[in-house]
């Protein structure tokens, strides 16, 4: 298993250290997502990947919420109707390093690299990055011009890894790409 100590690139857990102080935390976490996302855009495969604004939840973007809250269990038809989630939120900059990192050539002790697949989900191929070591998803959407972040969280139950590892072992097992 991999420590962040042992990765280059992966930035530091950004903790927060008073629940009572949410708000204040997740202004913190927002400064790092308008720099990851907003003042520069990441680049997958040549095409920069954007982020949903709307609907918005008060001054934050759709996708910012997406990145520091979860619906649980996936009830509810309204994107806003989340509870805040304290392991994605405050890995919150892992989001765009992954995106730019997974195919690392570093040699970093104990890596197992990140897993990369795809999948059709309706009209469009979406890219996973499974970064098992630190339990960490990151999906983006691939369009004609450009690449939209749909998420990224940290994977907290064994059975959604396993059935993960599943999916890239299959798209492995593929003879043509997906686009």
Known sequence: MI???NCKWLPKIVECKDYNKWNEYLDILYS????DFIYSKPIFEGKGVNFRKAPMDGKYEHTFIHLTHKDEFH???DPNDRIPDPRRAERIGWNRAIIENYKCNESCKNCEK???FEEYYKKNVRAYFLFKGVKF?????KRQNYNLLITGYYIEYDNAMEKYIKKYEKYKMQKTPLT
């Open 3 to 5: 420590t962040l100590d």
């Open 32 to 35: 790092i997502f308008k720099k």
């Open 75 to 77: 009830k509810s038809s």
């Open 114 to 116: 990140i897993l990369y």
């Open 137 to 141: 998803l990151v999906i983006i959407e």
